[in-house]
């Protein structure tokens, strides 16, 4: 009798790894049916999946599950899966008028959802710009398809996003990127729901077991550049150079990192207390 484990994460290369070990049979191998869900609305999406018991396990962007959690998100952080901070560009249409990252000071800004990525990425690089984070203003786009239209409109001014996700857009003419913002933490963790975690203790070890044997090896694997520049609509230069960049992780959080992300996370007002290692961590 297998146990089905329904897993949600975002249709982006850093995920290939687990549709591999999917595909190869890796989890069945072992009596675990693991259900991947693409979400391509990301991190807010995801964290209300996690809430509702749509989803047992996310692979989600560490500052939003961070912010979930200590909204009440019954859930742990089991590990890091991506150590490497994710590298957001900032975006505007093609034809816009702003120039610069400066120019787009009390413009509006396209994010997927409240709580998303793109949502506290633009409070980061808003603190960076030494601007006034109260006043910037959000226009709920739910996808990159949503915020093509959306500046292409005008309705928004620019939009923050996985710089190596958006490249086709910009070599395409259809955005510009002004500028880059990087996480000041490792971006990727995997997070559980704490039913699943009390429940199914093994199951979830054997998951993290398989998906880092593949991870550690990752970048090894023949021709992974091509393989990925195909599937994910990129030049294999592109690939190259974010392979480059990329660290997966197979351990956990440290304290002191932790620490970092609460202290910003804290001065950036996404969250309005820090919650204990033991209320975070697994």
Not at 11 to 27: A, S, T, V
Not at 194 to 203: Q, W
Not at 222 to 246: C, F, G, H, M
Request: net charge negative; glycine share 6%; hydrophobic share 40%.
């Amino acid at each position: 009798m297998s146990k089905t484990i329904k897993i949600v994460g975002v249709p982006e290369h850093f995920n290939l790894p687990w549709h591999m070990c999917i595909e190869d049979g890796e989890f069945d191998a072992v009596g675990i049916d693991l259900q991947w869900t693409d979400v391509p609305e990301g991190t807010g999406k995801m964290c209300q999946m996690l809430r509702e018991g749509e989803a047992d396990i996310a692979v989600i962007l560490t500052e939003g599950i961070v912010k979930d959690i200590t909204a009440g998100n019954p859930c742990k952080i089991v590990q890091v899966y991506v150590q490497s901070p994710l590298i957001w560009g900032i975006h505007v249409a093609a034809n816009s008028k702003y120039k610069t990252v400066s120019d787009l000071e009390n413009t509006k800004v396209a994010i997927s959802r409240m709580g998303s990525g793109s949502h506290l990425m633009s409070i980061v690089n808003a603190q960076n710009q030494n601007w006034t984070t109260e006043k910037l203003q959000f226009e709920i786009v739910n996808t990159i398809d949503g915020a093509v239209e959306s500046l292409t409109s005008g309705e928004a001014d620019y939009f923050m996003w996985e710089r190596f996700m958006t490249q086709p857009l910009v070599d395409k003419g259809v955005f510009r990127r002004v500028g880059e913002c990087p996480t000041p933490w490792p971006c990727f963790v995997i997070a559980v729901r704490d039913e699943v975690l009390e429940k199914e203790p093994k199951v979830i070890q054997q998951i993290l077991n398989i998906i880092n044997t593949t991870t550690e090896e990752f970048k090894q694997i023949p021709s992974i550049d091509r393989t990925l520049a195909s599937k994910y609509n990129q030049e294999v230069s592109a690939i190259q150079e974010w392979l480059k960049l990329t660290r997966w992780s197979q351990k956990q959080l440290t304290v002191p990192v932790l620490d970092t992300i609460l202290e910003q996370l804290l001065k950036l007002k996404i969250i309005d207390k820090k919650l204990s290692k033991e209320q975070l961590l697994k």
